[in-house]
């Protein structure tokens, strides 16, 4: 199998474009994530073959499934392409079994024949004694695990999952997560999942595309994404602080701050990564501290279960995060005044 490779250019309105590349080898899942509005479903749409494209091509294992230059356009129903949507679409009207054998009877194979293959996915899939319920009677996990067998069931050369998880509450989405990334593994070609959220796609994806305005600004593994963001919203995903500035010497400068960083022989523009985690906050100017050590305030304070995001202010804002019992400690209010420090180790830096 030669796996997805897509050229996508697409003008959805006067003011936005989708405009991207993706190449997807088979036995990899990749994630395309994005904010809302950055070009996610207009990916899904085309992929699928709900929309063509204005110029680019898309071919599966070789065979052109849309190429506007040559006036090829193979329709959805003859792509062998298996699409689990965002609210999963599943008919309500049909049962679990008869929904999962849906993708088959399409492709005019018999009544008993599609059936007799949807019950095999349903066990697989741990539906087994759900086979004559309607949609309306099933969990969000049910219907999610019904979805994907009705993907797999037509033993598709592309799995597509739109948002696979988004419509679950937060308990059923960890354990569905986990039987999703099993489903994944044991498909064959290649897979792609639209998504929003960074846990999602890092968890279930070999590599992340980042989507904005329509094109593609980052990609790379998880690390890649997690350690080295490239935009701002790269790094609020990965948790990280992102300051731009000019190395010289072992000290990036930045807008009215110096940062002092280990390596001394990085020159020149770069993206500075500092993890929330690694800023210490204090109510006094440590002693012995590291070099990076300066008095602000803080602006805001989010709680977050057991951990607590703080955000700093001037002469570098930046977002912290400590324990709730160092909050509690430190008697910390929006408002105060502190002192932050971190280690010149703990200050990533990629060269643009």
Do not use: C
Not at 211 to 233: F, H, K, S
Not at 292 to 301: E, G
């Amino acid at each position: 199998m030669r796996g997805l490779e897509a050229v996508i250019q697409v003008r959805r309105s006067a003011s936005f474009q989708l405009d991207l590349s993706l190449q997807i080898t088979p036995g990899k899942t990749f994630a395309l994530l994005g904010p809302n509005g950055s070009g996610k479903s207009t990916t899904v749409s085309v992929l699928a073959g709900l929309l063509a494209l204005d110029h680019g091509r898309i071919s599966l294992d070789g065979t052109t499934l849309d190429d506007p230059d040559r006036g090829v356009f193979v329709p959805p129903e003859v792509r062998r392409i298996g699409v689990v949507f965002q609210d999963y679409l599943l008919f309500p009207h049909l049962s679990v079994i008869e929904n999962v054998a849906f993708g088959l009877r399409s492709r005019q194979v018999g009544h008993a024949g599609s059936l007799a293959r949807a019950a095999g996915w349903i066990e697989r899939l741990g539906l087994t004694g759900f086979s004559d319920r309607k949609p309306a009677s099933l969990s969000g996990g049910q219907a999610q695990r019904v979805a994907l067998a009705r993907a797999l069931i037509i033993e598709p050369e592309l799995l597509l999952l739109d948002e696979p998880l988004s419509a679950l509450d937060v308990t059923t989405r960890i354990e569905l997560r986990r039987h999703l990334a099993e489903h994944l593994e044991s498909f064959a070609g290649p897979r792609l999942v639209i998504t929003h959220d960074p846990t999602e796609a890092f968890l279930l994806a070999d590599e992340i595309h980042i989507i904005e305005n329509g094109r593609i600004v980052q990609a790379g593994t998880p690390d890649d994404i997690r350690l080295r963001p490239r935009t701002r919203y790269v790094a609020d995903l990965a948790g990280s602080n992102l300051v731009r500035g000019v190395a010289g010497g072992g000290v990036i400068e930045t807008t009215g701050h110096s940062l002092h960083i280990a390596d001394r022989s990085v020159e020149g523009p770069v993206l500075a990564t500092i993890r929330p985690s690694a800023i210490t906050v204090h109510l006094r100017e440590p002693e012995g501290s590291p070099r990076n050590t300066w008095k602000t305030s803080i602006d805001l304070i989010e709680h977050l279960g057991d951990r607590v995001r703080l955000r700093i202010t001037a002469p570098l804002p930046l977002t912290a995060e400590i324990t709730e019992l160092a909050t509690r400690s430190l008697e910390l209010t929006e408002g105060a005044h502190v002192w932050v420090s971190i280690k010149a180790t703990e200050i990533g830096v990629e060269p643009v």
